[in-house]
């Protein structure tokens, strides 16, 4: 009787009759992130070409990227083909640019095959071709870029002989019961028996063995464990694990599945009999997770058990087996840091906060250890030693403190109670961390004409303020990881306080020249650390960590959340603020939009012409211009006197964006007795604010009005009278009630101009005695 029949696996070595999973393993890494023509041969010695591909990108690992291209097959495959399976991921642009790929077997179309953001796994069924195949899956009509991986076919085989051999138990009751797998586990004379399976024959009419050719060991329902991360190797035995049977070294899949490629003759059931088979694992070294459990299985459907052609066949659908469950044991045996600063501010607690695991001896966290672990520190540590209870392996120090600025200090950790389990963290300096005072972004040209080859970051601060230790970092929006890291060390910000990172090609020279089109358009992000390069790789996540300063920017995109909240910024700037992007770059002042300025000073959004006052009838009149303005909003007048702070009393609005003198005027018309402190807050569109200069009036019981400016004197000092004077002096004391300069008025002045050039700096009080009384108000000189 003839039976045709299809059966699933992933992955198959070496087979005569056909192959199962390429997974890129192979792939070229050569000119990795560039599209070229790959050729490589893949897991099952099938040769491989990709047309337009990049090898950097992956999914489940590896996997080939197509831009506009295809991948195919060079050499026919034998065995047929009965589904194919593949996953696949767009890996730039938008949701606008996803898609399908075509697949096809011998150049006929089977089907196609979509992709997005997501990584997404889809099978084409009942291709069902027989004998020699090629597969070729094609992305051409696009440049839109998708990355592939995994890609696993079924076989296609027609067979004369029965096709009802199976397997059928054992029940769990008689499964191996280890309860427990050590972490220790973790060599091949250490492995541990943990399934066994009945492989019976039932075609006892055929006359033939059972040849085994693949076994497929999945996991069960209950199963929590990653096999592919956990089991380090496995095997199969005939008798308990007194010997083993020869197999291509097995395969673990990422969806949990154990493939043993086994030689023909090396296991045959013979016709009519049965055999017990064994699978024996141990443990990886390094990335397990405690409690974690196994449960091994023989699926009775999509089984993945495959016999030779010559002999009895599977069936479709068997009795399956069912290990019991096994959980993977972490015993801790020493302490381990896994997370520390390597340079943190004095008097803050260290960041990130300092993190300690208990461990077995190859660095897997026992999750069931909750016991005391204390800190101490070669440095001056506030309440050392510092005890924090563990929770799942794990304590957090969140409060760690230095008192004293040290170098080349380290911490250490012990089992509280115990003193055992010394351990010794990294060494770490205590710093006072430079401040945006010391050095800061000042401008930032991310789109300039042409091919981008006049791109600048511009750092301003402290003249020849020593750079060491700071790391300049580019982030990108897509992903909100780093893409460029440029360490300072050694530099200093020249003698007008001044450092470029750019292009050569601009009119500037760079301090540390990039190549042209580095810096990208956005929404993207530079930002100025306490750290080194080394601590961002590309692909880096945005961290607030030894944050100094940093600008999130836009060229007309939508904010980017993380950008914002990973680098504690509220703001982002658009560089096409004013629609003239490519000839305009983005300054503080607070942050702004005008003509690049590399190291130079930064046009001001509000230049100021002077702050005036007068005193009219039992007015304050207040009048100012400015020379510039750069998207102001408005000025808040605020007002102080002797007693109490400055408090907003009105608002002018402001021109918002002009190059010619401005004039606004202020009146108060219900001034306090005794002296008026006046300023303007110059408030931008992005609620950042500057103040100006202060002036003031003094208001007394008579119509006399005692007028200064300014109050902040350099060397001379104009004094106004409301009214002409009829008779009087001024009186200069300072605090120590001292008379430092007196003058008599003569009748009919109104301004009196001072010399105080001589005055050491200081506070000074003004008393103008009159016959209408006296009046005071205050200055300083500086």
């Known amino acids: ?200 024959d039932y075609g006892s009419g055929d006359g033939v063995p059972t040849i085994v050719l693949l076994t497929t060991i999945k996991s069960g329902s209950n199963n929590t464990a990653n096999w592919l991360n956990s089991i380090g190797g496995a095997k199969l035995s005939l008798d308990g694990g007194t010997t083993f049977v020869t197999t291509a070294t097995p395969v673990i899949t990422s969806d949990n599945n154990i493939i043993f490629t086994i030689p023909s003759g090396n296991l045959e059931i013979s016709d009519g009999d049965g055999e017990t088979v064994s699978l024996f694992i141990y443990l990886k070294n390094t990335g397990l997770i405690d409690n974690s459990i196994f449960e091994f299985t023989v699926s009775a459907t999509t089984h993945g058990f495959v016999a030779d052609g010559s002999g009895s066949q599977f069936a479709n659908t068997m009795g399956g087996a069912v290990s019991n469950q096994i959980l993977l044991d972490v015993e801790a045996s020493e302490l381990r840091f896994v997370q520390q600063p390597s340079s943190t501010n004095v008097n803050v607690a260290m960041s990130p906060a300092v993190t300690v695991e208990a461990s077995d001896v190859n660095g897997n966290r026992d999750l069931d250890f909750t016991s005391s672990i204390s800190i101490t520190s070669s440095g001056t540590l506030t309440g050392s030693p510092v005890t924090v209870a563990a929770s799942n392996g794990l304590a957090t120090f969140s409060s760690l403190t230095h008192t004293v600025l040290g170098t080349g200090l380290t911490l250490n950790a012990e089992r509280n109670g115990t003193g055992d389990w010394d ?154 603020a004013n629609g003239n992007i490519e000839t305009e770059s983005i300054q503080r002042g607070s942050w702004f939009v005008a003509s690049p300025t590399p190291r130079g000073e930064n046009t001001l959004p509000v230049e100021m012409l002077g702050l005036t006052i007068e005193v009219k009838q039992k007015y304050a009149a207040l009048s100012w211009k400015t020379a510039t303005e750069v998207n102001a909003s408005h000025f808040e007048i605020e007002r102080a006197t002797e007693a109490n702070l400055f408090k907003g009393i009105g608002k002018v609005l402001a021109s918002g964006n002009s190059s010619e003198v401005k004039s606004y005027t202020y009146t108060d018309e219900k001034p306090v007795k005794g002296n008026n402190y006046y300023r303007l807050k110059m408030i931008d569109n992005d609620g950042t604010y500057r103040y100006s200069e202060v002036v003031s009036a003094h208001f007394g019981n008579t119509n006399t009005g005692l007028i200064l400016t300014p109050n902040l004197v350099h060397s001379s000092l104009k004094i106004s009278f409301e009214a002409p004077v009829e008779n009087g002096r001024v009186l200069i004391y300072n605090l120590d009630g001292k008379l430092v300069q007196s003058y008599l008025l003569a009748e009919g002045i109104d301004v009196l101009r001072v010399d105080v050039s001589d005055l050491v700096s200081g506070q000074y009080v003004i008393q103008y005695q009159s016959n209408q009384g006296n009046e005071t108000v205050r200055f300083v000189k500086e």
Do not use: H
Not at 106 to 134: E, K, R
Not at 148 to 174: C, F, K, Q, R
């Open 423 to 576: 351990e010794q963290s990294n060494t770490f300096n205590i710093i006072t961390l430079p401040t945006v005072d010391d050095v800061r972004i000042n401008e930032v040209d991310s789109d300039t004409p042409g091919t981008d080859a006049a791109e600048f970051v511009e750092l301003f601060g402290t003249p020849n303020f020593d750079l060491s230790g700071l790391v300049v970092v580019f982030f990108n929006g897509n992903g909100d990881i780093s893409y460029y890291a440029a360490d300072l060390d050694g530099f200093n910000l020249d003698e007008n306080g001044y450092f470029i990172l750019g292009n050569s090609g601009g009119s500037f020279t760079p301090d540390i020249p990039f190549s042209g089109n580095t810096l990208q358009n956005g929404a993207d992000a530079v930002a100025l650390y306490y750290a080194n390069a080394t601590n961002f790789p590309n692909g880096t996540a945005v961290t607030s960590v030894n944050l100094i300063d940093a600008l999130v920017y836009d060229s007309d995109d939508a904010d980017d959340s993380g950008l914002l909240s990973g680098l504690n910024q509220v703001e982002q700037i658009n560089e096409n």
């Open 1 to 200: 009787m003839k039976k045709l029949f299809t059966f699933s696996f992933l992955l198959i070595l070496n087979l005569s009759f056909g192959q199962g999973l390429e997974t890129f393993t192979n792939i070229p890494t050569s000119s990795a992130s560039s599209y070229l023509i790959r050729n490589w041969t893949g897991d099952n010695s099938v040769s491989w070409t990709a047309t337009d591909a990049r090898t950097d990108q992956t999914i489940n690992g590896k996997a080939i990227t197509i831009r506009n291209g295809y991948l195919e097959s060079q050499a026919n495959i034998s065995g047929g083909v009965g589904s194919i399976t593949l996953t696949t991921q767009r890996k730039f642009g938008n949701a606008t640019e996803d898609g399908n790929l075509t697949v096809y077997v011998n150049n006929n179309s089977v089907g196609t095959v979509p992709y997005s953001g997501t990584a997404t796994t889809t099978t084409i069924s009942n291709i069902n071709v027989s004998g020699p195949i090629t597969i070729k899956v094609s992305k051409e009509g696009n440049a839109y870029r998708c990355a592939i991986d995994d890609l696993t076919w079924t076989t296609y085989i027609v067979s004369s002989n029965d096709n009802d051999s199976e397997v059928d138990g054992p029940s769990p009751s008689s499964q191996p019961d280890p309860i427990f797998i050590s972490s220790l586990n973790d060599s091949d004379g250490e492995s541990v028996k943990v399934f066994d399976f009945d492989i019976y």
